[in-house]
């Protein structure tokens, strides 16, 4: 069961906790995928070393035809890097492969959608908001061309760039992207999902943010409960 965090009802303490819907996916012959668990980022950029990097739901194949690498072994290598608390050492990871799945000749649509994602999380773990917002917009872009602006990847996407764009100070933005995911797990009848849930937390933040608390702690109270079913 997918546990994103015990609420607790100080408003100062849940304005330094930034749920990010991080999700590794498993691939299935059929192609379909489950999604694993959300991972909390803490706001604390010295903390960031502790948890995988920002992912979304995306659609991938187990191998991929241009390397041979699988998601796992992305993954995989990624989380020791992560471990080893080395953060030149994540970037260097990730945006080698950025670079490498962009080129004409290795092009990989599927996995620099997820290195895109990981930078983007990397990025915003380490208070570089500008860029992190760059990798999720151009993640969005690709998620939109090879799944669709309707698909729950691209609400996911959508969700994760809000997240930044909070950390920015921009909430205009980040309320309409917010907003625009919920929309899409609501025409998906995904309410019941925690992804959903993450989505109304981290709306509620905004909220409560800006001084909005009575929308944000209605926001927060929707979102524990949903947590409470899963």
């Known amino acids: 069961m997918p546990v994103l965090y015990h609420f607790t009802m100080g408003i100062s303490t849940l304005l330094f906790i930034l749920t990010i819907s991080c999700v590794r996916c498993i691939s299935y012959p059929n192609g379909f995928i489950q999604t694993a668990h959300p991972v909390i980022f803490m706001t604390n950029p010295g903390l960031y070393s502790c948890f995988p990097g920002s992912a979304m739901v995306y659609w991938m194949k187990n191998h991929t035809k241009e390397t041979g690498m699988t998601q796992d072994e992305f993954y995989q290598h990624l989380d020791t890097l992560y471990e080893a608390g080395d953060p030149k050492e994540v970037e260097r990871f990730l945006t080698f492969h950025v670079d490498f799945y962009k080129d004409g000749e290795t092009l990989n649509p599927p996995l620099l959608i997820a290195a895109l994602s990981e930078l983007g999380g990397f990025y915003r ?26 698909s729950m990847a691209y609400a996911t996407t959508l969700n994760n760039l809000a997240g930044t764009y909070r950390l920015m100070q921009e909430p205009e933005k980040a309320e309409k992207c917010f907003l625009e995911a919920r929309r899409l797990f609501e025409d998906h009848e995904t309410t019941s999902h925690y992804l959903y849930a993450s989505v109304l937390n981290n709306l509620a933040l905004l909220y409560l943010g800006e001084g909005r608390k009575d929308e944000g702690i209605d926001l927060l109270c929707q979102s524990t409960d949903l947590m409470k079913q899963q």
């Open 125 to 150: 773990g380490v208070s570089r908001y500008e860029e992190s917002a760059d990798c999720f917009r151009q993640t969005l872009d690709l998620v939109g061309t090879y799944k669709g602006t309707d």
